[in-house]
């Protein structure tokens, strides 16, 4: 053990310390419950483990709600075991032993963060912290003011402290963090001046501009690569991803560098794969739009049940107004008993008819998602098109592109070996033109391999398309046995209510 825990014994953070903890910032009330009866720690949302000597995190997954943790004033060498708090809003870790800023990728919630006392040397890792408002990083190692330009991507940055680094020796500190932090709102606990800002940008003005350049464009960059991402996302939705192009014709030469340098198949590959692509993707929308309308007509189907039922209800609700109070208000206990058997029997009326509605609503919507219309674009699209245009068309052109590359090859052979070609060809080119067996077997094997590619692209989009129709059949099932479920609790759980509010009906004896 380290030198600095000669005088401290180390604590680890397990479930007994967290009881106490939690015990110990409840009301006294509810800590006397606590000890009694346990705590659920998904329930806890804010969290004190300060001076507690702990050096390693560990034990927080339960913690799934928290939004506040100190762990402050404590020996922890490394930021870990946080991942699964990812509604954390607030941290302090500070008057800790942390060198490396890591480990904070998944609170993407945080708006305050403090390190304040630990031994940083560099500001980095916290990419993900995009809501972050509130920094304290002072009295640490941090040497140089470049590194102030990391904080510029967080544009909610109100408040930093960097007090206490040696950084902070620099005479042009001040001016250097506001000018490259123009949101900044107070540094090191004071309030930035609008002349202090002035001052800072015309000071900087130089080395501030190619910096804003720098990060429009990768700004753009960004959102570009975004954009692309977003589309390429609709075409895998469509099926036709990558059919946009050359990618399937790259892709059949990609492994096939012998072939590449024989010949080039024309553009009618590519054509055909963007004839293919386009009618996807209008396959794609009217797919959609079935299974839109779909939904909408299973929304008013219940719609309109849900609107008979309110109407049992508010029937039975207007007619037991009246009886209530005749029960409340009886002379005698026969009376009494009576009209609470005729409220009995009208409650069981209501149960019974509901049931009945939900039974009917129910298999009317069974029937309807059974038949889901999916499977008729998805035939029409795989079985028709993809077989016609892919299937087809793709391979004939690859199978005409073989016989004329075959017939060239050997030409060219024959000409080799009389030397009566007009140009001197590549070296290696001349070393496939060896005999016409090797000829022949080189652009088989070749036209074997296209196939295969093609072969494979239709077979991915079957699957894809299958695939899709499966997800959307089950989560329409799922969808319809979840409502019913919840739909059946709300009936019985109505109908409890009416029996124990009857049940609760006073005699007039009593």
Not at 51 to 69: A, S, V
Not at 101 to 114: A, H, M, R, S
Request: aromatic letters at 8%; one cysteine or more.
């Amino acid at each position: 053990m380290s030198e600095l825990y000669n005088n401290i014994e180390p604590n680890v953070i397990d479930d007994e310390m967290l009881q106490k903890a939690i015990e110990e910032q409840c009301p006294e009330h509810i800590g006397k419950l606590a000890k009694r009866t346990g705590i659920n720690f998904k329930d806890v949302t804010e969290l004190e483990l300060s001076f507690r000597n702990i050096l390693q995190i560990d034990n927080l997954w339960q913690f799934e709600n928290l939004t506040k943790l100190q762990l402050n004033n404590n020996i922890i060498e490394k930021i870990e075991a946080l991942e699964s708090l990812v509604h954390l809003v607030w941290l302090d870790l500070s008057f800790n032993n942390i060198e490396v800023i890591e480990g904070l990728d998944t609170l993407v919630k945080l708006q305050d963060l403090t390190l304040f006392n630990n031994r940083i040397s560099k500001i980095e890792h916290m990419d993900t912290l995009q809501e972050l408002q509130i920094f304290s990083i002072g009295k640490n190692n941090l040497t140089t003011l470049k590194d102030v330009i990391y904080l510029r991507r967080f544009k909610k940055l109100r408040a930093l402290n960097l007090r206490g680094n040696p950084l902070c020796d620099d005479e042009q500190y001040m001016l250097f963090v506001v000018a490259h932090l123009p949101d900044l709102v107070y540094l090191d606990y004071k309030r930035v001046s609008d002349a202090t800002r002035e001052v800072a940008v015309l000071k900087y003005q130089d080395l501030i501009e190619p910096l804003e350049r720098e990060e429009a464009q990768a700004l753009a960059q960004l959102e570009e690569e975004e954009a692309k991402q977003k589309e390429l996302e609709y075409h895998k939705a469509a099926f036709v991803e990558y059919l946009n192009g050359s990618f399937l014709f790259d892709s059949m030469y990609a492994e096939d560098t012998e072939a590449a340098k024989l010949a080039y198949l024309p553009g009618e590959f590519v054509s055909v794969c963007e004839n293919l692509f386009n009618y996807g993707l209008k396959e794609h929308e009217k797919r959609e739009a079935e299974v839109s309308d779909f939904y909408e007509s299973l929304h008013e189907a219940l719609t309109a049940n849900q609107q008979e039922g309110r109407k049992l209800i508010l029937d039975f609700e207007n007619r037991n107004k009246r009886r209530l109070y005749e029960i409340r208000n009886a002379s005698s206990y026969d009376i009494a008993e009576s009209k609470r058997a005729e409220y009995k029997e009208d409650i069981l009326q209501l149960s019974d008819a509901l049931m009945t509605l939900e039974m009917l609503i129910a298999d009317q919507l069974e029937v309807r998602v059974k038949h889901i219309p999916v499977r008729p674009h998805i035939q029409n699209m795989a079985g028709g098109v993809t077989f016609l245009l892919l299937h087809a068309s793709c391979r004939d052109l690859e199978n005409r592109h073989h016989e004329e590359l075959l017939e060239i090859s050997i030409t060219t052979l024959e000409k080799s070996v009389k030397n009566e070609l007009d140009e001197d060809l590549p070296a290696d080119v001349r070393m496939l033109l060896v005999d016409k067996n090797t000829i022949v077997n080189a652009v088989n094997a070749s036209h074997g391999i296209h196939l295969l590619k093609i072969d494979k692209r239709e077979s991915d989009i079957l699957s894809n398309t299958y695939r899709w129709q499966t997800s959307v059949m089950e989560k329409a099932v799922q969808n319809e046995i979840n409502r019913n479920r919840e739909r059946v609790g709300e009936i019985i759980q109505y109908i409890d209510n009416l029996q124990e509010e009857l049940d609760n009906l006073r005699d007039p004896e009593d």
